[in-house]
C-alpha cells in the first residue's frame, strides 16, 4: 500500500479540516400548509413551491387518476385566518370590560 512521502504538519491538517464541520440545515416553515420544509425545496406535505405546486403532487396525481379532487390545504389556512382575529379581538373586550368596572 502506498504511503504518502511526506508527513502533513498539524497545520496543514487543521486547515484541511477545518472544512469538515456539518452545516446546521435551514428549515422554513411552508407559507400554505405550514410544515417543515428544507430550504430551496417543495413542501413534502401539499407540494407547493413559490406560490405553485409543483410536479408529481397529490393533485397533479389525483387529477391523472380522476379522482375526487384532494382537500385543498388552502382551506385549512383560510380557517386559521378566520379564528386569529377573535383571538385577538376577545382580550380587548376584556380590557374593555375592565374599564367599565
Ligand atoms: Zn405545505
Redesign the pocket.
Known amino acids: 500500500m502506498p504511503l504518502p512521502s511526506f508527513r502533513s504538519s498539524r497545520s496543514k491538517v487543521r486547515r484541511r479540516r477545518s472544512h469538515h464541520a456539518l452545516k446546521a440545515v435551514i428549515i422554513d416553515k411552508?407559507?400554505?400548509?405550514?410544515?417543515d420544509?428544507l430550504a430551496h425545496h417543495a413542501?413534502?406535505?401539499?407540494?407547493?413551491y413559490n406560490g405553485r405546486t409543483a410536479k408529481g403532487s397529490v393533485d397533479a396525481v389525483a387529477r391523472k387518476l380522476k379522482v375526487t379532487k384532494v382537500a385543498a390545504?388552502k382551506a385549512e389556512k383560510v380557517a386559521k385566518v378566520a379564528k386569529a382575529p377573535k383571538a385577538a379581538a376577545a382580550p380587548k373586550a376584556k380590557k374593555a370590560a375592565k374599564k367599565a368596572e
Open positions: 411552508c407559507k400554505v400548509c405550514s410544515a420544509v413542501c413534502p406535505k401539499c407540494h407547493n390545504p
